[in-house]
C-alpha cells in the first residue's frame, strides 16, 4: 500500500487509543466530584470531535487505499449487468411462450409503498425467471396506467393472452401465476428481501456496505424512468433551485404518520445530524454555504427551518410539500412533486431521515444507485434499514457477551440474533435463536448476517 495509506492507518488507530485517554483522564477527574453540567458538555464536544477526524480519516482511507477506481468500475460494470439480465427477463423473445407473473398495481397506499410492491414482484420475477406483467388499469396516481407516467417495465411482452392464472402459491409449470401483496403473501419464498443472489453477492461486498439495499436499488433503477413529459417537469422544477454540492437531503414525514406509524420529530432533531456532518466536512474542506435540500409532506416545515437556522441555506419547494399534504395520495401533480423529491434526496451527499417512512427507503435505495456505496450516508432518526414484508433480518455475534444487567441477554461467538432495532445508543435489541432469549445486544459485538439465496444466474446475458 502507499505510504499515504500506511500513515492515515496509523493515524486512525492512535488516535482511537487517544479518544479512550482522553474520556478516562477526564471523567476520572470528576469522579466523585459534584458535576457540573458544563464540564460534561464540554467533554462531549470534545469526543465528538475527536471522532469526527476519526470517520474523516476512515472516509479518507477508501479514496487512498488503490481500490477507488476498482470499486468505482466494478459498481458501475454489476449494476449494468443486473439491468441487462432485467431487460432479458423483461423482453422475452417469444413472449406468447414465456412464464410469466402478473402484479396488480392497485395497493391502496402511497408512492413509496407501491414502489416496493413493484420491487417485491420484480425480484419474485427475476428469482423464477417469469416475466412480470404489471397491470395498472385504473392507477390511482394516473387512470390511464404507469405506462402513462413510466416507461413500461417491457418494451415487447405486456400481455399474458388469455392464458389460465393461477394465484400463488403455484407448480412450477403453472405458465401463468398472480402474486398476492407481500403483507399476506403465504409460503413466503426465501428469496426475498433481504436476500441478495450468490452469484453476485462476492462483488457486490466488495464495494457496498449494504448489499441489501444496492440489489433493491437496482430493481428501482429498472422500474423507475420517467417518460419525457414527466421528465420534463422534474427537470423543470429542479432547474430553478440551486442545487449545488456539498449538500445534506433531509427528509421530514409528518400529517398522516405521525401517531399511527411513526413518532413525532422536531426539525432540532433532523438538524443536529445535519450539523456533525457539516463539522466532519469542514475538517478537510472549505465548506461555502451549509446547504440542506428539505423534503416534507408537511407545508410549514421549510418556513420554520429557514426561520430557525439562518445559517443553513435550504432548499426545496413549500408547493411541493402543500400539494403533498393536502392531496397526498392520489394526484399526478403530486407525484411530480414525490419524484423531484426523491430524485434530489437521492443526489445529495447526506440524508437524514426517518427509515419508517417508505419514502425516506425509497430515497436511500435511490441514492445506492447513485453511488459505490451509501451505507455510511445516511442517519436514520428511528428504524434500522428494512423492506417491509421481508424475512427474518438477523446479526451473527462476532464476540462473545455475558449480560451485564438484567435488560441484556448473553450470546455465544456464531449465535445469530433477529434484530429488532438500534437504539442508537450503543444497544440494539434482539432474540437470540439459540436461546430464544429477547433483550438489549452491545451492536458492535454482532455484525449484519447477509443472506444469499440461488437466484438463476441468467447465463446467456453476456457478462
Ligand atoms: P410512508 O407513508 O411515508 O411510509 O410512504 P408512502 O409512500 O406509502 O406514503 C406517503 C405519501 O406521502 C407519499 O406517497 C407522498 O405522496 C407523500 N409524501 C411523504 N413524504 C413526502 C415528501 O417528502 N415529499 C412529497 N412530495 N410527498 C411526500
New binding site residues.
Given amino acids: 500500500a502507499s505510504e499515504e495509506y500506511e500513515n492515515l492507518r496509523r493515524r486512525i488507530y492512535s488516535n482511537t487509543k487517544e479518544i479512550w485517554y482522553f474520556v478516562n483522564h477526564e471523567l476520572t477527574k470528576i469522579k466523585g466530584e459534584d458535576v457540573q453540567t458544563e464540564k460534561v458538555q464540554a467533554i462531549l464536544d470534545q469526543v465528538a470531535d475527536r471522532k469526527r477526524s476519526l470517520l474523516s480519516d476512515q472516509q479518507k482511507l477508501i479514496e487512498i487505499d488503490g481500490y477507488h477506481e476498482w470499486r468505482r468500475t466494478e459498481a458501475s460494470n454489476l449494476s449494468d449487468l443486473t439491468q441487462r439480465r432485467l431487460k432479458a427477463l423483461q423482453n422475452p423473445s417469444d413472449c406468447r411462450d414465456a412464464r410469466k407473473v402478473i402484479c396488480n398495481l392497485n395497493k391502496g397506499?402511497?408512492?413509496?409503498?407501491?414502489l416496493h410492491h413493484i420491487v417485491y414482484c420484480l425480484i419474485f420475477a427475476y428469482a423464477t425467471e417469469r416475466t412480470l406483467i404489471l397491470n395498472s388499469k385504473g392507477w390511482r396516481y394516473n387512470n390511464k396506467g404507469w405506462e402513462y407516467v413510466f416507461h413500461p417495465i417491457s418494451d415487447s411482452c405486456t400481455t399474458s393472452y388469455d392464458d389460465k392464472v393461477v394465484q400463488w402459491p403455484a407448480s412450477y409449470d403453472a405458465k401463468v401465476v398472480s402474486l398476492p401483496f407481500i403483507d399476506s403473501i403465504t409460503q413466503k419464498p426465501k428469496f426475498l428481501p433481504l436476500a441478495i443472489p450468490s452469484d453476485l453477492a462476492h462483488r457486490i461486498v466488495r464495494f457496498n456496505g449494504d448489499p441489501s439495499s444496492w440489489w433493491i436499488g437496482q430493481m428501482l433503477k429498472y422500474i423507475l424512468k420517467p417518460r419525457a413529459a414527466m421528465q420534463k417537469a422534474i427537470n423543470d422544477t429542479i432547474a430553478k433551485m440551486n442545487f449545488k454540492t456539498p449538500i445534506v437531503g433531509v427528509?421530514?414525514?409528518r400529517?398522516d404518520?405521525v401517531g399511527t406509524?411513526a413518532a413525532f420529530h422536531h426539525i432540532d432533531e433532523y438538524m443536529l445530524h445535519v450539523k456533525d456532518y457539516y463539522a466532519t466536512l469542514e475538517l478537510t474542506q472549505y465548506v461555502d454555504k451549509r446547504r440542506v435540500y428539505l423534503?416534507?409532506?408537511d407545508s410549514n416545515v421549510l418556513e420554520d427551518a429557514r426561520k430557525k437556522y439562518p445559517d443553513y441555506e435550504f432548499l426545496g419547494d413549500s408547493s411541493?410539500?402543500k400539494?403533498?399534504a393536502t392531496h397526498?395520495?392520489y394526484t399526478p401533480l403530486?407525484?411530480t412533486?414525490?419524484l423531484?423529491?426523491l430524485h434530489m434526496l437521492a443526489m445529495c451527499d447526506y440524508l437524514v431521515c426517518t427509515f419508517?417512512?417508505?419514502?425516506?427507503r425509497v430515497a436511500y435505495e435511490m441514492m445506492q444507485t447513485n453511488r459505490v456505496d451509501a451505507s455510511d450516508s445516511f442517519y436514520s432518526l428511528d428504524d434500522i434499514y428494512y423492506f417491509g414484508g421481508q424475512n427474518a433480518h438477523d446479526r451473527r455475534a462476532v464476540m462473545p457477551h455475558n449480560a451485564a444487567v438484567s435488560q441484556e441477554i448473553s450470546f455465544q461467538v456464531g449465535d445469530l440474533i433477529g434484530v429488532a432495532g438500534n437504539h442508537w445508543n450503543g444497544f440494539g435489541r434482539g432474540t437470540n435463536k439459540r436461546t430464544n432469549l429477547n433483550g438489549l445486544i452491545p451492536w458492535y459485538k454482532t455484525a449484519d448476517h447477509l443472506v444469499l439465496y440461488p437466484f438463476p444466474e441468467y447465463k446467456h446475458v453476456p457478462q
Fill in positions: 397506499c402511497g408512492f413509496g409503498c407501491q427528509h421530514i414525514r400529517t404518520k406509524e423534503a416534507t409532506d411541493i410539500a400539494t403533498a397526498r395520495r403530486s407525484l412533486g414525490l423531484v423529491d419508517s417512512s417508505q419514502v425516506g
